[in-house]
């Protein structure tokens, strides 16, 4: 396929878009768990329940969204997943209406199946929109606005969600009927952010139906030329009838590695504004800001780390962050006052390197296997709906939220183990 970024470079600029659109919603979580758990008098176990429904929705929609693009093509897979994005976001306003807690799950569920459409097409987009020879590059430009993403939603959600116009003590002197009404206002804020939302996708998506979008052309990753000696073929042959994907080792590890390192980012970024209050005693509202530093700390790391890997072996920089991110745990369980805070804004500046890295070191030389191999890691991050959990779990059982901590800790030691040996052939 012949491209110039020249001549794609508006349709590259919307691609990137999506990048940032995703990104801003998943961050958008971990103000919307703290502020549903007050409206609702949730524990934190039923309010981590956000991300398993985000989560789990990847988990389940991840093939028919590939079925999709695969029988209709990926820019009607694009337009299908931002109209079902915004459904879900329109479906916002329907769920505060009736102060149901199931119903904003559910739109949650809605708005993460237009996700995964979206991030079913856009890698392959943003890696085909211009000389091949530079599609890293291009790919890791897009990302860079889902890191930018990271960092601005939790900032502007605080001032734009976590609107409390009641202290605790007001509510609990009010009578029954005076505090529901009371939450229900306070819930009621994320009507117009979610509207806003939900029309920007629309005018997004009637963009996208008017652009002239290349068709990408699947070739056959292991085909074999004239040139291909029949030893080769023959080889090739015998490897697909010997082995599946999952006979190979470091894949099958990369997918356990991913389930876990996905689970203990979503733990340390989701939680953060229940964590950051009891750890260091500030305000909501002043821990949104220090998650928009986390989210910096998470961006630099990404592109340092990128950086350092020119000069250091991959598999040998995961177990230096793993470890670093694995320390620093333990301090976010035992430490008090800012120190906790600074000691997250690392954590996040480790884990910057972490996904990239599994999936990369996971796909390694699976030859003919490494689609299916790439959609069984992608799959694990359905870890991000369960161990969000176990963090809330164990929040409500010891009534101490630093020592859920413990979770992500025990996920970074696999990490580090994946480095040193699961990465194996």
Request: net charge positive; with cysteine; hydrophobic share 55%.
């Amino acid at each position: 396929m012949s491209l110039t970024t020249r001549k794609y470079l508006f349709a590259f600029i919307m691609i990137t878009s999506l990048f940032f659109l995703w990104g801003f919603v998943h961050n958008f979580n971990p103000v919307l768990i703290p502020h549903l758990k007050r409206s609702f008098t949730l524990n934190t176990t039923q309010s981590t329940l956000i991300d398993t429904a985000v989560y789990a929705a990847y988990f389940l929609m991840a093939i028919p969204a590939g079925m999709l693009m695969k029988r209709f093509g990926y820019k009607v897979g694009i337009i299908t997943g931002l109209l079902v994005f915004a459904m879900g976001a329109f479906l916002f306003i329907p769920a505060a209406n009736l102060q149901s807690y199931l119903f904003f799950l559910a739109a949650l569920f809605v708005i993460a199946t237009g996700l995964t459409m979206l991030e079913t097409a856009a890698n392959p987009y943003a890696s085909a929109l211009g000389d091949p020879a530079t599609a890293p590059m291009r790919l890791n430009f897009s990302q860079s606005f889902n890191g930018l993403a990271a960092a601005l939603a939790p900032a502007i959600g605080v001032r734009v969600i976590l609107t409390e116009t009641h202290t605790d003590e007001q509510l609990a002197a009010m009578t029954e009927a005076a505090r529901t009404a009371a939450l229900a206002s306070e819930a009621s804020s994320v009507k117009i952010p979610y509207l806003i939302l939900g029309l920007a996708l629309v005018v997004v998506a009637i963009i996208f139906s008017f652009l002239k979008l290349p068709k990408i052309q699947q070739d056959a990753v292991h085909h074999h030329g004239s040139a291909g000696s029949q030893e080769q073929s023959t080889e090739l042959t015998s490897t697909s009838t010997r082995k599946g994907p999952l006979s190979f080792r470091h894949l099958r590890w990369a997918i356990v590695t991913q389930f876990f390192y996905v689970g203990a980012q979503v733990c340390v970024f989701s939680t953060f504004l229940l964590y950051a209050p009891v750890s260091a005693g500030i305000t909501q509202k002043e821990a949104g800001d220090y998650l928009f530093i986390c989210g910096m700390a998470f961006l630099a790391g990404r592109f340092i780390g990128t950086a350092l890997m020119q000069y250091f072996e991959a598999r040998k920089l995961l177990m230096l962050y793993a470890i670093m991110s694995f320390l620093l745990g333990w301090v976010a369980v035992f430490a008090s006052g800012m120190i906790t805070i600074y000691t997250v804004v690392g954590i996040c500046f480790f884990m910057s390197i972490m996904f990239p890295t599994i999936f990369a070191l996971g796909i390694r030389n699976l030859k003919q296997h490494t689609e299916f191999g790439s959609s069984l890691i992608i799959m694990a991050i359905v870890g991000a709906a369960l161990l969000p959990l176990l963090f809330g779990l164990i929040t409500d059982l010891t009534g101490n939220v630093q020592l859920a901590y413990l979770v992500p800790i025990f996920c970074f030691a696999v990490v580090w183990y994946f480095g040193w040996k699961g990465a194996d052939e």
